[in-house]
């Protein structure tokens, strides 16, 4: 259980271009998606924090404007790279998390990971 | 702010060796800490938190505040262990409640050989 699928899984598009890559939780309603991008050799970094139905929440130095996010439902959440440029190649990872009630802190399940090419 | 340290990029151990994947952390307040792994070519998953005190795959992690440490334990390594691991606390998501965002440490590379 508690599966995420991002697609696609690789995509490579030309410089001026946007692009969108979607995150479903397949198999629960995810009451938080997380958007990390992650270059090679490196850290995971936490972009953005979305709930379902309102704005997402960047952290500093994204750029809201560059990166959109959209989480219409409980299952998907988008996230587009507008005017795309080779500085934005990069791994892009989604997570979601469900709420389990308490006070404990819920799980985060990662999706696959997209990686994006910037011409 | 929640901040941890991965002191080694690389960690290289021979099967059956015990292996320590080091983590510090330095915040106040008490600390939460997952560790947080991704073997080749998969994605990545939650391997165990200092809360549930529980051993995953053979691998412990004691949270010892005098030190801010989280380091990651195993006493007899295998092969399959060889993967990245990462250290991370969680802290509050902007929504509250008990969703939370990660800050991840730069991450130790483990190999096994055998």
């Known amino acids: 259980g508690a599966v995420v699928s991002q697609h696609p899984s690789w995509v490579i598009c030309k410089s001026g271009t946007s692009v969108k890559i979607e995150c479903r939780s397949l198999d629960f309603q995810a009451t938080t998606m997380f958007w990390y991008r992650q270059f090679p050799k490196q850290s995971l970094m936490l972009m953005a924090t979305?709930?379902?139905?309102?704005?997402?929440?960047?952290e500093q130095g994204v750029e809201k404007d560059k990166f959109l996010i959209n989480h219409a439902s409980l299952t998907l959440s988008t996230l587009t790279v507008t005017s795309a440029h080779p500085e934005d190649s990069s791994f892009y990872i989604c997570s979601a998390s469900f709420s389990r009630g308490g006070n404990s802190y819920n799980e985060q399940f990662f999706g696959p990971g997209t990686r994006l090419t910037v011409l | 702010a929640q901040r941890v340290t991965q002191p080694e990029k690389l960690l290289s151990v021979f099967k059956g060796a015990p292996v320590e994947l080091k983590c510090n952390y330095s915040y106040s307040g008490s600390p939460e800490l997952f560790w947080y792994v991704q073997y080749s070519r998969q994605r990545l998953q939650l391997l165990l938190r200092h809360i549930s005190r529980e051993s995953i795959k053979g691998f412990t992690a004691d949270l010892n505040k005098g030190e801010t440490s989280f380091h990651l334990k195993k006493p007899f390594a295998q092969e399959e262990d060889s993967a990245m691991y990462y250290c991370a606390p969680p802290s509050r998501a902007p929504s509250g409640g008990s969703n939370y965002k990660l800050t991840f440490g730069k991450g130790t590379l483990l190999t096994v050989n055998p």
């Open positions: 979305s709930n379902e139905g309102s704005k997402a929440t960047y």
